[in-house]
């Protein structure tokens, strides 16, 4: 199934991507599997999405835990704390 | 009622003439965050961000009579002294205003999905979350706890 992937801030620049549409297997169909499957693509993938302690996740634009299951058309959001206000 | 996500200024006599009209409003609260002395890049996340800064003020106004609001929040390029944010709360009372004020600033330094690149002499940063604004928004959690608890 296909969902679409967003990075923000010093993500979006250190992955060199802001958007793109990834192919996921059902069996992965989580927000852990597809963390897992970008991180195997290695370099600056593995090394950006490797700490969670430092990487926010959103699913449809609402916030997420690690575990969150995804469905086709999903938009899943990888950035960094917030840092507004 | 107004949220607004936008690069452009604001003015902030001219939004809370516009949150004042109804006449059971006695108190009127306004938080203006400015750019202290780096410029820098808003960034944020288009729809989630209008999403979270509603979802922060319906929280708001679950815990106190609000009867108008305004929140304004900037993205783009900024300048030493530029606003980046504005929050105003109308209410009939003080108490409600302020506290609502100081509530949807602790939130949105914590959930609403902005990101601040400082352009340093030396170069640009991304500016790092800091453990205060978890703190300042935690402690909203417990009060709430004590509401619940002492109804």
């Known amino acids: 199934m296909k969902v679409k992937v967003l990075f923000f801030a010093n993500l979006r620049e250190q992955l060199g991507t802001g958007v793109e549409e990834v192919d996921l297997p059902d069996s992965a169909s989580t927000v852990a599997g597809l963390r897992m499957q970008l991180m195997r693509r290695g370099g600056a993938w593995q090394d950006v999405l490797a700490d969670m302690k430092v990487v926010r996740v959103a699913v449809n634009q609402d916030m997420a835990a690690a575990n969150a299951p995804l469905n086709p058309g999903d938009e899943v959001a990888f950035f960094p704390p917030v840092t507004g206000g | ?151």
């Open chain 2, 1 to 151: 009622m107004k949220v607004s996500v936008q690069t452009e200024d604001f003015d902030l006599g001219l939004e809370v003439l516009d949150i004042q009209q109804d006449n059971r409003i006695g108190a009127v609260a306004s938080f203006v965050g400015q750019v202290r002395d780096v410029p820098m890049t808003l960034e944020h996340y288009p729809g989630m961000t209008e999403n979270a800064i509603n979802k922060i003020v319906e929280e708001a106004r679950s815990r106190w009579k609000i009867l108008d609001f305004t929140v304004i929040h900037r993205y783009g390029d900024l300048q030493p002294n530029d606003q980046i944010v504005l929050v105003a709360i109308a209410s009939s009372h003080r108490a409600d205003a302020f506290a609502a004020c100081q509530f949807i600033m602790d939130y949105l330094k914590t959930e609403a999905p902005f990101w601040k690149k400082e352009h340093h002499p030396d170069g640009a940063r991304w500016v790092n979350a800091l453990e205060a604004d978890d703190k300042a928004a935690e402690r909203w959690r417990g009060l709430k706890q004590q509401r619940l608890l002492k109804p």
